[in-house]
């Protein structure tokens, strides 16, 4: 079984910054990617990063230019770095990680229990 922990969520001004971190252990075999989805009230759950562990990263069109997702130097672990924030940041963040982990050989999609982040001056 696979174990996603979130952390560095909070309250933050408009214009301000976080930075939230995501780190999945358990017996893992090898990790395909990670991302962040959020979630705000009455709202579906949208896609913010999606980090490949080829290199590769994709961002929502709403936090281009303003979001960074990358591994940390923890192994099986990334951040999201969230500069000039906006109002409609707001929303309850999710870890989620495309893990082949334990005896079985299926890759499995596994979520953490997500972390606040609000917006608000």
């Known amino acids: 079984q696979v174990q996603l922990v979130e952390s560095g969520g909070g309250l933050v001004q408009p214009g301000g910054s976080l930075r939230l971190s995501c780190a999945a252990s358990?017996?893992?075999?090898?990790?395909?990617?990670m991302s962040w989805y959020r979630q705000n009230l009455g709202e579906q759950r949208e896609l913010v990063a999606r980090?490949?562990?080829?290199?590769?990263?994709d961002y929502a069109d709403s936090v281009t230019g303003r979001f960074t997702i990358a591994r940390d130097n923890a192994a099986n672990s990334v951040y999201l770095q969230m500069d000039s924030l906006k109002a409609e940041d707001t929303g309850v963040y999710y870890c989620?990680?495309?893990?082949?982990?334990?005896?079985?050989?299926?890759?499995?999609?596994?979520w953490g229990q997500g972390t606040q982040v609000t917006v608000s001056s």
């Open positions: 980090y490949d562990w080829g290199g590769s990263a």
């Open positions: 989620s990680g495309n893990i082949v982990a334990g005896v079985s050989p299926t890759p499995w999609d596994y």
């Open positions: 358990g017996t893992i075999y090898t990790v395909n990617s």
